[in-house]
C-alpha cells in the first residue's frame, strides 16, 4: 500500500534538487502534492504534482497561498539559499537572502498552514535544515549557518508548542548533496573539479548524498510510521558528522 495514500502534501523549492525528488516520491506513494516553486518552468516537468508557482520572499503572496489551499496533512519546507563567505566576506545582500528565505519564509509558510492543520487535528512538518549551522561549522558559510541553525531551532520549538495537538515537526539535515544548486556553485568558483574534490574529500563514504536519499527520510517523516517522532533534527550527511 502507497504510504502517503490520501494525503495531501505541499513541497516548496519543488523545482529542483531535494524539493523535487521528495514531491516526486511523495506523489508516487500516493499523496496528492502540491508542488510550489518561483520557477514555473522548473515545475512544468514535474509529474503527477500540482504546481503553484510562488515567490517565497513575498509575504503577502505567502498569506494568500495558505488560504488558496486549504488543508494540508503534510508541509514540506525545502526552499532555500546556500550564501557563501566568511564573516568578514558576507554582504548585506547575501544576509538578507539568507533570513529571508531561509528562515522568514520557512515561518511565514508554516503561520499560513498551521490553523487548517490544527483545526483537521494535527499534521506532520518537515523542514529541511542543514548540517551546517544546525549541527557543525562549516568554513566560509556563516550567514548559511545562521539560517540553518534558526531552521533546527524553530523545528523544536513548533514541535514543542504542538505535540499536545496532533502536529508534529522535524527537522532533516543534510551533508553535501548532489543537486543543480551544487553544481552552480561549483561553476562559481572559477574550477569546478577541484570544487568537487574537495567536497568528495570531506565525506567520510567518498561521495556526495543524492536528493532521493534525502527524500526516502522526508517519506518517513510525513507518513504515519513516524507517528512518534516530533522535534527531531536528524542528520542524514555519509558520516560527515562523526568525523
Known sequence: MARLAGKRALVTGAGQGIGRAIADLYAREGATV?????NGDALSTLTDCEPIVVDLLDPAAIIRTGEAIGTLD????????????ALLETTEAGLDL?????????IRMTQAVLPAMLAA?????????????????VPNRLAYCASKGA???????????????????NAICPGTVQSPSL?????????AAAAMAAFVARQPMGRLGTPEEIAFL????????S???????IAIDGGWTMA
Not at 34 to 38: E, H, I
Not at 98 to 106: D, E, F
Not at 183 to 191: S, V
Not at 218 to 225: R, V
Request: aromatic fraction near 4%; proline fraction near 0%; charged fraction near 15%.
Open 227 to 233: 507517528a512518534y517522532t516530533t522535534g527531531a533534527v
Open 34 to 38: 502540491l508542488a510550489l516553486d518561483v
Open 183 to 191: 553544481d552552480q556553485r561549483l561553476a562559481a568558483t572559477g574550477d
Open 98 to 106: 539568507s533570513l529571508n528565505l531561509n528562515v522568514r519564509a520557512t
Open 151 to 169: 531552521v533546527a531551532g524553530m523545528t523544536r520549538s513548533i514541535a514543542l508548542d504542538y505535540v499536545g495537538k496532533g502536529i508534529r515537526c
Open 121 to 137: 487535528g494535527g499534521g506532520a512538518i518537515v523542514n529541511i535544515a542543514s548540517v551546517a549551522g544546525a549541527m557543525i561549522g
Open 218 to 225: 522526508a517519506l518517513y517523516l510525513a507518513s504515519d510510521e
Open 74 to 85: 503534510v508541509l514540506v519546507n525545502c526552499a532555500g539559499y546556500v550564501d557563501n563567505g
